[in-house]
């Protein structure tokens, strides 16, 4: 086995270093970074932009740049979220919450280069992970049935309470609300349309880029319009690019747990990670001794979630690669593009395109890298960004949102759906209601529903599933085990203290 | 309202004023709408199709993805495009036979003016290795015994999928269950895990998880040949040939001659032997129905879904 593994990767690195391939890697990754940054300009829209112009590449090639488009975008995403507190890709909103925290106190170097330095050690963790554990690890993700997915999306929902900070009864309701607005939408069961006011439009239900888009970046638009020019502020004391010994220790943990939980969860297809950067930041809150300090700039909060999206963006190729199984849009337009290129996806790719495979593997640890060499450097670059006057900087944002959200459907309701969530998340924000659970009320919402009714509907309404199966079982009872914590008195006691001085 | 119908009515004049230099149609790129999210089998089709057009006609087919409500929402905007022959879209049956009559949707199906159809993928029966069910005859035994214990995971309600599964049942005689999907990925993952008993699918998913599922029926007219021991559901006495057509579908008011002209091009990319080898490596068989026979084809068709949408209880 071992002896195999380093033959693997030797090709792999063979095929992943030959000199073409790692420029077609360098491509990509530059781009994704660049379309990371530009928020709402997603990677979907980009490779399939891209996809006709990798028609005269060798597959392998086109595939690494590709792949390289992807993790790039989750990659530079957090530059926005920290910089200007917009998600430049869903999986980063998590890190809107500490690390714009962080730049306007003037850290903003600091939260760059920890997010950097977490992602390029989960990239390399969970590449080596892949690479070592693949195939058992799809085996693993299998065996999550309907029920098991329940369980595990209402643990999510229950560790989106203790994410929140502030209000109990204000996050419990921003998780129903981002319940209600996921079940716009057709019924999987039924096929009847719900809450779409007759648009046709809203058929498919809302999608996450308007939202996020809308709640944070619009939100945060508006709401410093109310500020002026007082914004430079916190600015002009930008002190410290690089992070001090302090930092990397105190973010040393929190970037391994991270790791290790995205890198689970991107197995699993279905929202890989954003649940990974969502629970990630759950986890350190509910670890850290003095958890009010999250929400406020804390570093543990940037670093965490940003290694658990990076692991969970390269875990998530595991399905793709070992059993030909999408987990979220990016990976179906994956496996369009080696169907064009003549490749057939699925579960013989490892055995039949030995040097595909292990080359994609070997390259996304060869990204990763390049990614840091490329961004840590270009830190100093993003940070003057800020300096830039708000009457410059928010005009191009707003526009470069705009042609984002359009162009993940091309449609302009997408649009028009984002300024009215602007809206709603500026009077969020009056109200002191967290956007973050929303989201993930959102995100989790329709996933949780369709594999309730989908376990119900094969035990014939039987819930005894729930408990029944083994998975499913011990994921409810770390549900409940949560819920028991956040409700005890003395944590109570503490959220409370939180909400009194956020006042 | 009387402005609407002049410019209507203006839009035709200016297109049959326009005749003549039509002969050298495409003389510039020629947009084409995909109502299907890319990576999707009818954006793998198109963008197949997107390199034979650039080298037998000289000109650009842009693929533009236009997602939402199954098709739905690009096919309802279909005919408020101009009818110059520069727009087209990606048509699919029995999507669009099937949609008007759950009447969620915004167009009818005599609304969609398809000018070719030019591949399919049958549908299938899959189950993974690992699945008792050896052969059809095995699947149904089991269905006949247990009744509802064998489940069909399928992708959406009402859908194609859902129509096939239903033919199914009337074919093994059996009430077995359909549980429908949103996304493939659930689809394929809850097979391989054996959370269902098999797919109600097309043999694209038999053809990609090879190593890992088996077909054991399919909708072709003949047995395919990556599969030579699977049987057609003819020869398991079922009159039945279908799964998700392919086609092109222009606005109402493109003139016939320009309709014929696609509908042509469409056939001579049909025939380029690499473009024919990479759609048969995909899994899409090639079939040929040009504008012609399209009213006959389409009203054959329809007929066959009318009856399957009653028994779905979808119309009366």
């Not at chain 1, 390269?314 to 490749?343: C, D, K």
């Not at chain 1, 080359?359 to 830039?388: D, E, F, H, Q, Y």
């Not at chain 2, 080298?55 to 199954?70: C, D, L, N, R, W």
Request: charged share 15%; net charge neutral; with cysteine.
């Amino acid at each position: 086995m071992d002896s195999s593994l380093l033959a693997n990767l030797q090709l792999g690195f063979g095929v992943a270093l030959a000199g073409t391939n790692i420029l077609y890697c360098l491509i990509g990754v530059m781009l994704g970074t660049l379309i990371g940054v530009l928020p709402g300009i997603g990677p979907v829209a980009t490779i399939a932009m891209l996809l006709p112009a990798t028609f005269v590449l060798p597959p392998v090639s086109a595939l690494i740049m590709l792949a390289g488009i992807y993790y790039g975008a989750s990659y530079g995403g957090s530059t926005t979220a920290i910089l200007v507190n917009l998600p430049g890709e869903v999986s980063s909103v998590v890190t809107c919450l500490d690390g714009y925290q962080m730049a306007r106190q003037g850290h903003a170097g600091k939260a760059l280069a920890i997010a950097a330095i977490g992602s390029f050690f989960a990239g390399t963790v969970a590449t080596i992970l892949v690479a070592a554990f693949a195939p058992p690890l799809a085996e693993l993700a299998l065996k999550f049935g309907p029920s098991d997915y329940f369980s595990l999306m209402v643990l999510g929902l229950i560790a989106a309470v203790v994410l929140a900070h502030g209000s109990l009864i204000k996050a419990v309701a921003m998780i129903v609300l981002g319940l209600l607005v996921g079940l716009i939408g057709t019924d999987v069961n039924s096929g009847i349309a719900r809450y779409n006011f007759g648009l046709p439009e809203l058929i498919d239900g809302v999608g996450i880029g308007p939202i996020a888009m809308g709640v944070f970046g619009f939100g945060e638009i508006i709401r410093n319009l109310e500020h002026g020019q007082k914004r430079d502020v916190f600015v002009k004391r930008v002190t410290g690019l690089m992070p001090t010994w302090t930092d990397l220790k105190m973010s040393f943990w929190p970037i391994v747990r991270g790791t290790t939980l995205g890198s689970m969860l991107g197995i699993l297809p279905g929202g890989g990670p954003i649940l990974g950067s969502f629970s990630a930041y759950t986890l350190e809150k509910k670890l850290a001794k003095d958890p009010s300090r999250f929400g406020k700039g804390a570093i543990e909060g940037v670093a965490a979630p940003e290694s658990a999206n990076n692991a969970a963006a390269q875990t998530s190729f595991v399905p793709l690669l070992t059993l030909g199984i999408p987990s979220n849009p990016v990976m179906a337009l994956m496996i369009g593009a080696m169907i064009i290129h003549g490749i057939q996806p699925g579960p013989q790719i490892m055995t039949a395109n030995p040097e595909l495979f292990w080359g994609m593997i070997a390259s996304m640890w060869v990204g990763n890298l390049l990614l840091v060499v490329l961004n840590l450097p270009m830190i100093g670059m993003w940070v003057k960004l800020l300096t830039l006057e708000y009457r410059f900087l928010y005009p191009a944002i707003l526009l470069f949102c705009c042609i984002g959200v359009y162009s993940i459907n091309n449609a302009w309701m997408d649009v028009l759906l984002a300024a009215g969530f602007g809206l709603i998340g500026y009077v969020f924000g009056k109200l002191d209601c967290e956007a973050a659970p929303l989201l993930l009320g959102f995100v989790l919402g329709p996933m949780m529903e369709e594999n309730l009714r989908r376990a119900l509907l094969l035990s014939r309404g039987d819930p005894a599933v729930f408990v029944t199966r083994p998975i499913s079982a011990t994921l409810l009872v770390i549900a409940a085990l949560l819920l028991v914590i956040v409700l005890t008195p003395s944590v109570r006691k503490k959220r409370e203290e939180t909400f009194v001085e956020d006042v | 309202m009387k402005r609407r119908e002049f410019l209507v009515v203006g839009g035709t004049l200016a297109a049959s004023i326009a005749l003549p230099a039509r002969a050298a149609y495409p003389e510039k790129p020629v947009r084409m709408i995909i109502a299907f999210a890319p990576g999707g089998e009818s954006d793998i089709g198109a963008r197949l199709q997107q390199g034979v057009f650039r080298k037998k006609f000289g000109q650009e087919m842009v693929i533009e993805s236009k997602p939402g409500a199954g098709g739905a929402l690009a096919w309802s905007q279909l005919n408020t495009f101009p009818g110059d022959g520069y727009t087209v879209m990606g048509t699919n049956l029995p999507h669009i036979a099937l949609q008007p009559l759950e009447g969620n949707v915004q167009y009818k199906t005599d609304d969609i003016t398809n000018v070719h159809m030019y591949q399919y993928t049958p549908d299938a029966i899959i189950v993974r290795n690992e699945s008792p069910f050896k052969t059809y005859q095995d699947l149904v035994k089991a269905a006949k015994e247990g009744q509802d214990k064998v489940t069909f995971a399928g992708s959406g309600t009402n859908s194609a999928n859902h129509l096939a599964h239903t033919r199914l049942n009337r074919l093994m005689g059996t009430r077995t269950m359909y549980v429908p999907f949103k996304g493939t990925g659930d689809l394929v993952a809850s097979v391989l895990g054996g959370h269902v008993s098999a797919a109600m699918s097309y043999n694209t998913l038999a053809l990609s998880q090879k190593s890992k599922m088996r077909m054991l029926a399919v909708a072709s007219e003949r047995r395919l040949p990556g599969f030579p021991d699977v049987p057609t559901f003819r020869e398991l006495g079922g009159d039945w040939v279908d799964g998700a057509y392919r086609g092109v579908g222009v606005p109402k008011s493109t003139p016939e001659d320009l309709r014929r002209k696609i509908s042509d091009i469409f056939s001579e990319i049909n025939k380029d032997p690499e473009f024919r080898q990479k759609m048969a490596d995909g899994g899409f068989e090639l079939i040929d129905i040009t504008y012609d026979k399209m009213a006959a084809f389409m009203a054959e068709r329809t007929k066959a879904y009318l009856e399957g949408a009653k028994l779905m209880g979808l119309a009366k």
